[in-house]
């Protein structure tokens, strides 16, 4: 589905990635883990085709990212992306007509389920709200591929909890969720593959059960001993 090769991105003398080779599949849950300032982001919004990469190429479903990519990937970056005046209701009016594959009913659903109100204005949120208003637009979109960038970031353990399970609750065998993150025992439990990303280039990658085995350790002991 999303397949990177040789991908490199520089800032100046930093490279924020370094020959990243990636091949995501469909119908599976993949965690991109590493602490912040791992590339994680920057993977992300290569994939997104918010930014470009300097070398390297990456492609959605065999076609460079791109026009046909966009209208397929579903994207949540760290920062808020509502404007402060809307309301919760106005923010799923404004998808539903920006996204031909944005489900309205569904979106009022994941609302109800993370008890926000939908008259309240993005101004007036928490930051806990505020994720979980992210989270509940982005996951009402059928899109084909969704990227969660730190979904989890400055959120309370109930909310935590109702997000992993929307996270759960969305997956299905006609779509691939890639969630990044470097609070790993929050999500180890739920993840098919993982990847790790240690200043820019992938140190792990694999079957999340494999990668148990052939370390002899769970996800989370095994990120400690790599990010020591």
Not at 43 to 50: N, P, Y
Not at 168 to 192: C, F, G, P, Y
Request: aromatic residues 10%; without cysteine.
């Amino acid at each position: 589905m999303l397949k990177s090769t040789q991908l490199s991105k520089g800032f100046f003398k930093k490279k924020a990635l370094k020959n990243v080779d990636i091949d995501i599949a469909p119908g599976k849950i993949y965690g991109i883990l590493g602490p912040n300032g791992s590339g994680k982001s920057t993977f992300m919004k290569i994939a997104s085709g918010l930014m470009h990469q300097t070398s390297g190429t990456m492609t959605f479903e065999d076609q460079p990212i791109g026009t046909y990519s966009k209208s397929k990937i579903a994207y949540m970056p760290t920062e808020m992306f509502f404007y402060s005046f809307m309301t919760i209701k106005t923010v799923g009016d404004y998808f539903a007509d920006f996204y031909d594959d944005f489900d309205l009913d569904a979106y009022q659903e994941l609302i109800q389920f993370m008890n926000l109100d939908m008259n309240s204005k993005v101004s007036s949120l928490s930051t806990g709200m505020g994720a979980k208003l992210k989270i509940a637009a982005t996951l009402s979109r059928n899109a084909k591929l969704i990227m969660l960038d730190e979904p989890l970031n400055g959120i309370d353990l109930v909310t935590r909890e109702k997000i992993i399970q929307t996270i759960v609750k969305k997956a299905n065998d006609d779509n691939t969720l890639l969630v990044s993150s470097h609070l790993v025992n929050e999500i180890e439990s739920i993840l098919d593959e993982v990847i790790f990303l240690k200043d820019g280039e992938v140190v792990v990658q694999g079957n999340a059960e494999a990668v148990r085995e052939e370390h002899n350790k769970s996800i989370v002991d095994l990120y400690k001993e790599v990010f020591a």
